[in-house]
């Protein structure tokens, strides 16, 4: 079933992509002057679909929704809620995720550089029987750069893809039970996590409160 809700999602992601693509040169060609909506970013607000893993592996789900807003043509905030799971595993993970944005240029390619904080909490359980398991609860909050690029396909619709480098701070607590006798262990860590599959982002912002053009 999970996998059927992540083919689905990567299909969505298509059929809203090439289409708007097509669609987008066709309008380009009957009016050039719709460019100058894409620079008008100021109060600008959207819900956010994305995926986590780049690389769309299909044992594994990392993705989310959120919501995103301009508050100038430069600076934007959004604040999401991700979620994933491991197929070949009994885990599941919940993130909230605070991300700042600083667009280097206005207009239909709008790279971006920023940072994020983010605070996660995972849980892990491996059974053998009702009274051997072993269960993982992790709660890792994180931060870090990040840069990006937006493409505008619409004035409403626009693809972003991003990548970051996350510091990570991790309280691990570790339940096992052997023939019921349960024993418990703490720790921390500090990572620093820089994999392609795990700290990239591509995703969908669909906006939808209308630009404003200027006089």
């Not at 301009?70 to 909230?96: G, P, Q």
């Amino acid at each position: 079933m999970i996998h059927v809700i992540h083919r689905l999602f990567i299909i969505i992601l298509i059929l809203i992509c090439v289409p708007s693509v097509v669609v987008c040169g066709e309008e380009k060609l009957k009016n050039e002057k719709k460019e100058d909506l894409f620079i008008q970013n100021a109060k600008k607000t959207g819900i956010i679909f994305n995926v986590n893993d780049i690389l769309l592996d299909i044992e594994s789900y990392q993705g989310g929704i959120g919501l995103k807003r301009y508050t100038s043509d430069s600076f934007a905030y959004r604040v999401s809620i991700d979620f994933s799971y491991t197929n070949d595993a009994n885990s599941i993970l919940v993130a909230l995720n605070n991300t700042f944005e600083y667009h280097l240029v206005s207009g239909r390619v709008s790279p971006y550089l920023g940072a994020f904080f983010n605070i996660e909490y995972a849980a892990y359980k491996n059974t053998t029987d009702a009274e051997n398991w072993t269960k993982v609860v992790s709660v890792p909050v994180s931060v870090g750069p990040v840069f990006g690029v937006e493409l505008n396909i619409f004035e409403f619709l626009a693809l972003f893809a991003e990548y970051g480098v996350s510091f990570a701070y991790t309280s691990v607590k570790t339940t096992t039970s052997v023939s019921s006798v349960e024993s418990v262990e703490k720790e921390t860590n500090f990572s620093i996590n820089t994999g392609l599959g795990n700290e990239a982002k591509i995703g969908v912002v669909i906006y939808f409160n209308r630009i404003e053009k200027k006089d």
